[in-house]
């Protein structure tokens, strides 16, 4: 079992940057594929990023190439997303996922446990 709690969402400027967390709990962890997705109101839970095992290989959505980052640090049981240029278009409820096993997917359905979610609201 894997708990996931995030943190850092807020209240922000286009062009500001914000650092979300995620604190996982679980000796699973560090053989664990996570993610980060996004709901913004009215639309369904999207992929932003993934990050694997290691922390060796990343991939992103289109929309956030060049301006988030993933990273995980496997000695705290932490996922990072550090978000740069914000535009109001990132607004959305930010969620972090981790699956059962180092499988690599974009997919909202592949990922085993979830956060509750941290809103990011960026204003233009």
């Known amino acids: 079992q894997v708990q996931l709690v995030e943190s850092g969402g807020g209240l922000v400027q286009a062009g500001d940057s914000l650092r979300l967390s995620c604190a996982a709990s679980?000796?699973?962890?560090?053989?664990?594929?996570m993610g980060w997705f996004r709901q913004a109101p009215g639309k369904e839970r999207d992929f932003v990023a993934v990050?694997?095992?290691?922390?060796?290989?990343?991939e992103y959505t289109n929309s956030v190439k060049g301006r988030f980052t993933i990273s995980r640090d496997n000695a705290k049981n932490m996922v990072y997303l550090q978000m740069t240029s914000l535009k109001p278009e990132d607004t959305a409820i930010y969620y972090c996922?981790?699956?059962?096993?180092?499988?690599?997917?974009?997919?909202?359905?592949?990922?085993?446990?979830w956060g509750q979610g941290t809103q990011v609201t960026v204003s233009s």
């Open positions: 996922a981790a699956r059962r096993d180092s499988g690599w997917s974009l997919r909202r359905s592949s990922y085993d446990y």
């Open positions: 679980g000796r699973t962890f560090s053989s664990s594929t």
């Open positions: 990050i694997s095992i290691n922390g060796g290989l990343t």
